[in-house]
Nanobody, 118 residues
Framework: QVQLEESGGGLVQAGESVRLSCANSGRTFSVYAMGWFRQAPGKEREFVASISRSGIITYYADAVKGRFTISRDNAKNTVYLQMNSLKPEDTAVYYC???????????WGQGTQVTVSS
């Protein structure tokens, strides 16, 4: 089973940086493509970034392109989201996501709150 746990969220000032982490309690982390989504109060959950199993291929939402960087350390069963130049509109609950390439099963973390003050 896959269990995802996010950490690193908190209250930050606009323009500052935060790095989120998502740890997988399982032992087959490298099998999964990983991603980050976010959901602001009263809004739909939206895609933020994703990364391939190898960590070589990444994708970003236009709203975060150039500011956020997704990475992974398969040896540590962890995926990261480096968030630079944060804006108030980045305020949301950030969710870690995993997808098995064969079964297509999706997994979600519990979310971590990121609040950016202006």
């Amino acid at each position: 089973q896959v269990q995802l746990e996010e950490s690193g969220g908190g209250l930050v000032q606009a323009g500052e940086s935060v790095r989120l982490s998502c740890a997988n309690s399982g032992r087959t982390f490298s099998v999964y493509a990983m991603g980050w989504f976010r959901q602001a109060p009263g809004k739909e959950r939206e895609f933020v970034a994703s990364i391939s199993r190898s960590g070589i291929i990444t994708y970003y939402a236009d709203a975060v392109k150039g500011r956020f960087t997704i990475s992974r350390d398969n040896a540590k069963n962890t995926v990261y989201l480096q968030m630079n130049s944060l804006k108030p509109e980045d305020t949301a609950v950030y969710y870690c996501h995993a997808e098995h390439p064969v079964t297509r099963t999706n997994y979600w973390g519990q979310g971590t709150q990121v609040t950016v003050s202006s």
